[in-house]
């Protein structure tokens, strides 16, 4: 088992930033034997939404959504079982829960309960 808790989230002004963290605790070495780690967010009412992550397959990709293309950063240190999303230029649009996601080699699926981002004026 792995748990999965995410910080950071908080209310915002247009144009602001925010860094996401995600710490990985329990079984641990899924954070090295991993198919997939990174981010969704969801918006009440709507589908959850892939942002960013990091995919092992075919040599490592580095996945994002096209919405958020050279504003978001995401990063990991797998050391401390830790993954980050930098947000940069955040727009009101970008309101959401925001949530960690890690899939591992074995196919089992882990979430964090998510944070939540409020971007207004």
């Known amino acids: 088992q792995v748990q999965l808790v995410e910080s950071g989230g908080g209310p915002v002004q247009p144009g602001e930033s925010l860094k996401l963290t995600c710490v990985g605790s329990g079984n641990t070495f899924s954070f090295k034997l991993y198919n997939f780690m990174g981010w969704y967010r969801q918006i009440p009412g709507r589908e959850r939404e892939l942002v960013a992550g990091f995919y092992t397959a075919n040599g490592g990709t580095t996945y994002y959504a096209d919405s958020v293309k050279n504003r978001f950063t995401v990063s990991r240190d797998g050391a401390r079982n830790t993954i980050f999303l930098q947000m940069n230029g955040l727009k009101s649009e970008d309101s959401a829960i925001y949530f960690c996601?890690?899939?591992?080699?074995?196919?089992?699926?882990?979430w964090g309960r998510g944070t939540q981002v409020t971007v207004s004026s």
């Open positions: 996601n890690l899939v591992t080699t074995n196919k089992a699926e882990y």
